[in-house]
Each structure stands twice: as C-alpha cells, then as structure tokens.
C-alpha cells in the first residue's frame, strides 16, 4: 500500500502538491503552523493513495516522501 510522508521542517505550504495530487487526498492543514510559520501539506485519506507521485514530484522543497 502506498503512504506519502511530508516532512514539515521543508514544507512551506505553497500548496503545488495539493494541485497535482490526481485522487484530491492532499491539503493544507490549517490547524498546524511549522516552526517557520507555514501551514503544511498533509495526506488525509492514506488508504487512497496510488503512489503516482505526482506530489513528490511537483514539490520544489523536496518535503514529500512516497513509500509504495
């Protein structure tokens, strides 16, 4: 089963992954504010993940990890 892992000390927040992100299971959590001051990105559906990559990808920070 695939898993995406985001590592908030990298994420900023800009949000690209929750765009590419093809089954919509990626978001900002706006309850969380890093060390930073970013909102970081999160998976809310885990089961759902397909492991395409497509967050992994499009993420200029390199903060997003894809186990399949």
């Known amino acids: 089963m695939a898993r995406i892992s985001v590592d908030d000390s990298f994420c900023k927040g800009c949000g690209l992954c ?3 992100c093809p089954v919509h299971i990626i978001e900002l959590d706006e309850n969380t ?5 970013y909102h970081p990105a ?6 759902a993940c397909t492991g395409c990559a497509s967050c992994a990808t499009m ?3 390199v903060a997003i990890t894809v186990e399949r």
Not at 42 to 47: G, S, T
């Open 59 to 61: 993420c200029p920070d």
């Open 33 to 37: 504010i890093t060390a930073k001051g």
């Open 42 to 47: 999160h998976c809310i559906d885990l089961d």
């Open 18 to 20: 929750v765009d590419a």
